[in-house]
């Protein structure tokens, strides 16, 4: 039987380090959005400081921004529109490379072009369409070398975000296997929590019962999340203890029924150790697109 290792001082402070730093860089949905945006607008504006680099009668000035500040803001304008239109801030489409960088492109190229047809607000237009084609590329282009960044970066264990799911019954079962078929990577489910002790230590998938099924399908259909042997770790009573030793950083409510009085004060006192608390059929809209209607339960 393996024994619990006893950490020193210094290996305690460096692990607590650590996951204070996950907790940091595990972005809930919102701040994922603002990040894309930030990212974008600081590539488009780059790559017109570099187009008009490339121009001899301007060079490479940084107080362009300041001497041209309507330039910057008119792009800025024209290309949040279009990447919304084009999905590029939907985190389902941002999550994948391939997808993001064919939103982006598209919203890109629009944008230049749309932009070089209101030169009286913009920059002149240079006498050689090569500088046109250069304008273009590079506004199309500086994005989705952005995108490939941030889905480099987000694929690191450092900004995954560690999920317990409250509820090992059907709900449950469903958002775990939507955040591994739509979460792009950027979730790691740890286990589950129920307060069924017949369940306790056993993997979700294991066969049950008609009742345990609430009516629906013997079995779900096949996917990576049953490789991945989910288990009930613990019930409410051990919550606490269950995100401080497996770093949860966000609690799925996966549960149907009413949220007693006793569960709800467990959750609130668990907001203190930093975590995120989202509904089940909230989260699987986000990550689909669809709400799920038969676990909706009566407290949505």
């Known amino acids: 039987m ?34 894309l945006m930030g990212l974008d607008l600081l590539s488009i504006n780059g ?42 801030y939907d985190l389902r489409v941002a999550s994948r490379f391939s997808t993001a960088a064919l939103a982006v492109l598209k919203a890109g190229l629009i944008t230049a072009v749309v932009y070089l047809l209101i030169p009286y607000l913009t920059p002149p237009l240079p006498p050689s369409r090569r500088f046109l084609f250069t304008f273009s590329l590079i506004v199309a282009a500086l994005p989705v070398v952005g995108r490939g960044l941030y889905t480099l970066a987000l ?14 019954g059907w709900a449950g079962r469903t958002i775990a296997e939507a955040l591994t078929e739509y979460g792009g990577g950027l979730y790691e489910i740890v286990g589950f929590a129920d307060d069924d002790p017949a369940k306790l230590g056993k993997g979700v998938w294991e066969s049950e019962s008609g009742g345990e099924q609430e009516g629906k399908r013997a079995e779900t259909p096949q996917s990576a999340i049953r490789n991945l042997q989910c288990a009930v770790l613990g019930n409410r009573h051990g919550l606490q203890d269950l995100i401080t030793r497996h770093n949860v950083t966000t609690l799925v409510l996966a549960i149907t029924h009413e949220v007693n009085g006793e569960l709800l004060q467990i959750l609130m006192d668990s907001l203190e150790l930093g975590v995120e608390i989202i509904p089940m059929p909230v989260l699987y809209e986000q990550l689909t697109g669809r709400v799920p209607v038969e676990h909706v339960g009566s407290n949505w």
């Open 2 to 35: 393996n024994e619990p290792r006893i950490y020193t001082s210094t290996e305690q402070r460096m692990r607590d380090r650590y996951q204070i730093g996950r907790r940091l860089f595990a972005l809930p949905f919102s701040e994922r959005r603002a990040l």
């Open 155 to 168: 694929a690191q264990p450092l900004f995954r975000r560690r999920v317990l799911i409250i509820g090992a």
């Open 47 to 88: 790559a017109l400081l570099l187009a008009l680099a490339l121009r001899p009668e301007y060079g490479l000035d940084w107080q362009q921004l300041i001497r041209h500040p309507l330039w910057f803001l008119i792009l800025s304008a024209l290309w949040l529109p279009l990447a919304h239109a084009f999905d590029a």
